[in-house]
């Protein structure tokens, strides 16, 4: 059992959520990920029936596999530290959605002598992402303040277009949380999720997925071990 005291006292050394069973959690920093998706296909496999002619199969499992370790590269070029998809199989439901975690830099304030120094009060620079967002972003963009597990947060939510030139064929609907880890100002942790609903980020399905997501960051505990 962790002493109350330390946890007030000392930053938290990880966290959890109360993650569904059919999404997984690749860890991006430490660990192989690779070998974890490898895994996570290898298991989702195994529930296929036997009777399934193995040509059918192959194929599809190459393509989960190809689309995974392509999820897992872009989220290292992110800098994630996680990242959490839905496993599913071809011809049940596909979600078109995944969130990642990882640390966020803070805000610079600049001084009167032009110097520069780092934000440390999470309520200020709380603040100070409201304020900057709000006189940048378009008017789709929402924005919100409260507390994640006591701590102070920030929530974004937006709509990110297409982009061809890039390989992203749909545009997509973007959350994200900004946390203050507990007892250390220089950290934040971002969850951040994206979905493309249906085909339309402004559809019936990504509007379930993004009250899911929200509901699911109501279950976020830091952990002290």
Do not use: C
Not at 9 to 31: M, R
Not at 138 to 155: F, K, M, Q, Y
Not at 205 to 210: F, G, P, R, T, W
């Amino acid at each position: 059992m962790v002493d109350p005291t330390t946890q007030s006292t000392s930053p938290p050394t990880g966290y959890h959520l109360l993650l569904p069973e059919d999404w997984v959690q690749i860890p991006l920093q430490q660990g192989d990920a690779e070998v974890a998706v490898r895994s996570i296909v290898t298991s989702a496999f195994a529930r296929v029936a036997t009777d399934v002619p193995r040509d059918k199969l192959t194929p599809l499992r190459l393509e989960l596999e190809r689309r995974l370790l392509a999820a897992v590269a872009e989220a290292r070029r992110a800098e994630a530290l996680e990242m959490y998809l839905p496993v599913k199989l071809a011809g049940e439901a596909n979600l078109g959605a995944s969130f990642t975690v990882s640390h966020a830099r803070l805000p610079v304030r600049s001084g009167p002598d032009g110097g520069s120094s780092r934000v440390s009060d999470p309520a200020e620079i709380a603040v100070q992402l409201l304020a900057g967002e709000s006189a940048t972003s378009a008017s789709e963009t929402d924005l919100s303040s409260g507390e994640v597990d006591g701590a102070v947060a920030v929530r974004r939510e937006h709509v990110v277009p297409a982009d061809p030139e890039r390989g992203v064929e749909l545009a997509s609907r973007r959350v994200e949380y900004l946390v203050a880890v507990p007892a250390d100002p220089s950290q934040w942790l971002v969850a951040a999720f994206s979905t493309i609903g249906a085909g339309n980020p402004r559809d019936d399905l990504a509007h379930a997925m993004v009250e899911w997501f929200d509901a699911l960051m109501t279950t976020f505990r830091w952990s002290w071990t």
